[in-house]
């Protein structure tokens, strides 16, 4: 099978050929593991460890021409946004600090306006990434979703008092969010001709205990957006639409099976969810990708540990509905304990026809 063929396979609840995986790599991980292994500078991990699934991801903030570089100087940069907001980034470091949002009023939801959704602009990376990818992986378009990208405009205390005590205001915003992720994937969907895979939605709506806010409260506030975008998606032809989201959405997976999400991507031990038992509960109502524990197995884990996990993955995933994964590979997992991880899928993850 090819990597597209296999993982399709798997999200259709079909057997596979071997277990699909899919881990992205922190640049950190990459030069340890060139380091270690005596790879070339060049390597890619993705190809290296046979990785089937690539992401492709247009602009799709609200804002792109309004970019500006504000204030730079030896140690920081300050600069407004493609979505309005005004950072400032020390430099060489990842996290930055938010000085400004673009809704610091509820009365500014009058006047939000936003770039078309089919400014070519917002393509030019994503299609080449489309074509560079599309014979080595099962790729993807990809957009946010209504929880996290309406915080990078109201700020996400904001945005969370918003929920808790207007409801109403919150809905209008995240509706106005939604529905111009909704036409940027389209336009993905359309450009990048992935209608035969079709399309993730990103949005970190869970931290490790539960998510972040009442199921209640998403059901009022998130749900009608989800359906809204899922609808349009599929009703585009997109044959898959996934849910990314970090943390514990057990409480909220009723919903969004409801609302037409097909499989939940990275499934958190740390978070509390099991492929093994999630399988059992919701048999075929969805996929998984995911699965490995990345803060404590594969950081400080043994190797029996490594690879037991690995095998009840690998197991439920035999006759489909479950792609292995442990999401963001970052330099606190020695090479070691990857490469064992790595070895058990390649051993044992191959199935009979």
């Given at each position: 099978?090819?990597?597209?063929?296999?993982?399709?396979?798997?999200?259709?609840?079909?057997?596979?050929?071997?277990?699909?995986?899919?881990?992205?790599?922190?640049?950190?991980?990459?030069?340890q593991c060139i380091q270690e292994l005596s790879?070339?500078?060049?390597?890619?991990?993705?190809?290296?460890?046979?990785?089937?699934?690539?992401?492709?991801?247009?602009?799709?903030?609200?804002?792109?021409?309004?970019?500006?570089?504000?204030?730079?100087?030896?140690?920081?940069?300050?600069?407004?946004?493609?979505?309005?907001?005004?950072?400032?980034?020390?430099?060489?470091?990842?996290?930055?600090?938010?000085?400004?949002?673009?809704?610091?009023?509820?009365?500014?939801?009058?006047?939000?306006?936003?770039?078309?959704?089919?400014?070519?602009?917002?393509?030019?990376?994503?299609?080449?990434?489309?074509?560079?990818?599309?014979?080595?992986?099962?790729?993807?378009?990809?957009?946010?979703?209504?929880?996290?990208?309406?915080?990078?405009?109201?700020?996400?205390?904001?945005?969370?008092?918003?929920?808790?005590?207007?409801?109403?205001?919150?809905?209008?915003?995240?509706?106005?969010?939604?529905?111009?992720?909704?036409?940027?994937?389209?336009?993905?969907?359309?450009?990048g001709n992935l209608y035969d895979t079709g399309?993730?939605?990103?949005?970190?709506?869970?931290?490790?205990?539960?998510?972040?806010?009442?199921?209640?409260?998403?059901?009022?506030?998130?749900?009608?957006?989800?359906?809204?975008?899922?609808?349009?998606?599929?009703?585009?032809?997109?044959?898959?639409?996934?849910?990314?989201?970090?943390?514990?959405?057990?409480?909220?997976?009723?919903?969004?099976?409801?609302?037409?999400?097909?499989?939940?991507?990275?499934?958190?031990?740390?978070?509390?969810?099991?492929?093994?038992?999630?399988?059992?509960?919701?048999?075929?109502?969805?996929?998984?990708?995911?699965?490995?524990?990345?803060?404590?197995?594969?950081?400080?884990?043994?190797?029996?540990?490594?690879?037991?996990?690995?095998?009840?993955?690998?197991?439920?995933?035999?006759?489909?509905?479950?792609?292995?994964?442990?999401?963001?590979?970052?330099?606190?997992?020695?090479?070691?304990?990857?490469?064992?991880?790595?070895?058990?899928?390649?051993?044992?993850?191959?199935?009979?026809?």
């Amino acid at each position: 099978m090819t990597s597209k063929q296999r993982v399709m396979a798997a999200l259709n609840h079909q057997r596979p050929d071997r277990t699909p995986t899919f881990d992205s790599f922190w640049e950190e991980f990459r030069q340890q593991c060139i380091q270690e292994l005596s790879l070339s500078g060049q390597t890619d991990l993705a190809d290296c460890f046979g990785i089937d699934i690539r992401i492709v991801v247009a602009d799709e903030t609200p804002f792109p021409t309004r970019r500006k570089l504000l204030h730079e100087d030896t140690k920081t940069v300050t600069e407004r946004d493609g979505w309005g907001r005004v950072t400032q980034k020390v430099r060489g470091a990842y996290f930055y600090r938010e000085l400004e949002v673009a809704v610091q009023e509820k009365r500014d939801l009058e006047r939000l306006w936003f770039d078309p959704p089919t400014l070519d602009s917002r393509y030019h990376g994503f299609l080449q990434n489309v074509e560079s990818g599309r014979d080595r992986y099962c790729v993807f378009c990809k957009t946010g979703g209504p929880y996290l990208r309406t915080t990078f405009l109201r700020g996400e205390v904001n945005f969370l008092q918003d929920i808790a005590d207007d409801p109403p205001f919150a809905k209008a915003l995240a509706d106005r969010v939604a529905d111009h992720i909704i036409q940027v994937g389209l336009e993905s969907l359309r450009r990048g001709n992935l209608y035969d895979t079709g399309l993730w939605i990103y949005d970190d709506i869970a931290y490790n205990h539960q998510p972040m806010m009442s199921p209640k409260a998403f059901g009022q506030i998130f749900l009608p957006a989800y359906r809204r975008m899922v609808s349009a998606f599929k009703e585009a032809g997109a044959a898959k639409v996934i849910l990314h989201s970090d943390g514990n959405i057990g409480p909220l997976l009723d919903m969004f099976i409801e609302a037409g999400i097909d499989g939940i991507n990275p499934v958190e031990p740390r978070a509390g969810l099991y492929i093994p038992t999630l399988k059992a509960k919701y048999g075929r109502k969805l996929s998984y990708i995911g699965g490995m524990c990345n803060s404590h197995v594969l950081p400080g884990g043994t190797a029996d540990a490594i690879r037991n996990q690995a095998r009840e993955i690998i197991e439920v995933g035999k006759d489909g509905g479950a792609i292995i994964g442990a999401h963001s590979i970052g330099p606190d997992i020695p090479v070691r304990n990857y490469l064992c991880y790595h070895q058990i899928v390649k051993q044992e993850g191959v199935f009979e026809k």
